[in-house]
T-cell receptor, first 114, second 113 residues
């Protein structure tokens, strides 16, 4: 049973426009959420995170929104740039089996078209 | 500034062969993790080590063993490789198991024929 879901496998956006990537989770025990960016043949790199006590966190062009009641978070990239083309993983953190663990979604491949 | 280093980067094995994937971090982190990523899937946790001297199973531990050799190094061993273990393996580390981002290596791409 998937606890973190990214229902859009891919997304194409024009350069300069907004990219919105969505993520849903089912486990109410998750209390910290992260977005990772991954280029081919590289490891995931941390992009931005949000604690469950907040509803928004902003870092430059990247903003993450959290709606706890809906168990939904989204990543907004404004403006989108060709270098943003990558796979984006949503991850949720919480204590499982006595230790903090990350649970990942399947990823969304973002293509920013020049 | 190496961060998390994984070796080898690529490996091809035959079914039944054994293999150890190496991971080392130079950030003085206490906790280390092994994940696998399959096409169309997210990263799934195989094993983790919350601190030196401890290891625990993750979501998909079957067919694997791990060793936390010291604070820096955490290895993953396939005793008898199977085609279902064809995957990309990522090692990650964090100062201490908590709600903080993990740092990932660049992965080992493993193919089992």
């Amino acid at each position: 049973d998937q606890q973190v879901k990214q229902n859009s496998p891919s997304l194409s956006v024009q350069e300069g426009r907004i990219s919105i990537l969505n993520c849903d989770y089912t486990n109410s025990m998750f209390d910290y959420f992260l977005w990772y960016k991954k280029y081919p043949a590289e490891g995931p790199t941390f992009l931005i995170s949000i604690s469950s006590i907040k509803d928004k966190n902003e870092d430059g062009r990247f903003t993450v929104f959290l709606n706890k009641s809906a168990k939904h978070l989204s990543l907004h990239i404004v403006p989108s740039q060709p270098g943003d083309s990558a796979v984006y993983f949503c991850a949720a953190s919480g204590v499982q089996a006595g230790s903090y663990q990350l649970t990942f979604g399947k990823g969304t491949k973002l293509s920013v078209i020049p | 500034n190496a961060g998390v280093t994984q070796t080898p980067k690529f490996q091809v094995l035959k079914t039944g062969q054994s293999m150890t994937l190496q991971c080392a971090q130079d950030m003085n982190h206490n906790s280390m993790y092994w994940y696998r990523q399959d096409p169309g899937m997210g990263l799934r946790l195989i094993y983790y080590s919350a601190s030196e001297g401890t290891t625990d199973k993750g979501e998909v531990p079957n067919g694997y063993n791990v060793s936390r050799l010291n604070k820096r190094e955490f290895s993953l061993r396939l005793e008898s490789a199977a085609p279902s273990q064809t995957s990309v393996y990522f090692c990650a580390s964090i100062w201490t198991a908590s709600n903080q981002p993990q740092h990932f290596g660049d992965g080992t791409r493993l193919s089992i024929l």
